[in-house]
């Protein structure tokens, strides 16, 4: 049984070959407004679910085949979350969040971001994408993420962060305590290949820009 699966959220998504390599061969929901990337993608969801206040009649009649999970405009729950509960149920264990970053609602794109984190303590192999950045789930233990060579990248902490160490960086650290809230972890570049990042204890983000060479 095929594990992936990508969500289709309503946020800005550019579209190129390492968005379509996190894609391939996964299965696919939307949520609401996010159905509009999937003729970019070139995917075809298997359940489109949401509240569809962000759904105009024209995107209805360009998928008028797929099946729908309808919900209240007043719930509990974002439409992305509703999406990403649906992907568990159907078993999945590795999830690519499309279009969760950049948009209008700031709110939703930090929501995006403090669900992956509790997914990824839950065990969920988890990843957010605009296309032009990636974000990637810091918690204790080992997190290797891919990057291209002079690729900028950053660690956020949600918390103090303790023992952190960052390895084929061009600033790497080692055993280091980064406060929350410290800058330290802004803009560090990838020496190209798996850049490996440990944690004694706390949470964060990675941010990748995976595009941007344009120096720290």
Do not use: C
Not at 16 to 41: E, N, Y
Not at 134 to 151: C, F, I, K, N, Y
Not at 200 to 209: S, V
């Amino acid at each position: 049984m095929n594990e992936t699966f990508t969500i289709l959220l309503g946020g800005a998504l550019t579209v190129d070959d390492r968005v379509l390599a996190l894609v391939a061969g996964s299965r696919v929901i939307a949520a609401d407004g996010g159905m509009r990337h999937a003729g970019a993608l070139g995917v075809q969801p298997e359940v489109w679910v949401g509240d569809f206040d962000s759904t105009d009649a024209a995107l209805v009649a360009r998928f008028p085949d797929i099946a729908r999970k309808n919900f209240p405009p007043a719930k509990n729950l974002t439409d992305g979350a509703l999406a990403v509960e649906e992907a568990i149920e159907r078993g999945a264990q590795r999830i690519v969040m499309a279009g969760a970053l950049q948009g209008e609602r700031t709110d939703h794109g930090l929501m995006n971001l403090l669900l992956a984190l509790r997914l990824a303590g839950d065990g969920i192999d988890i990843v957010l994408t605009s296309g032009e950045e990636e974000a990637h789930p810091l918690l204790a233990g080992e997190t290797v993420v891919d990057m291209p060579e002079g690729a900028l990248f950053s660690v956020l902490g949600v918390s103090d962060l303790a023992g952190l160490s960052i390895d084929n960086a061009v600033y790497p650290l080692e055993d280091f305590a980064l406060p929350f809230g410290a800058a330290r972890g802004v803009s560090n570049k990838a020496k190209g290949g798996p850049v490996r990042f440990g944690l004694k204890n706390g949470a964060g983000i990675i941010i990748l820009r995976p595009h941007d060479f344009s120096g720290v």
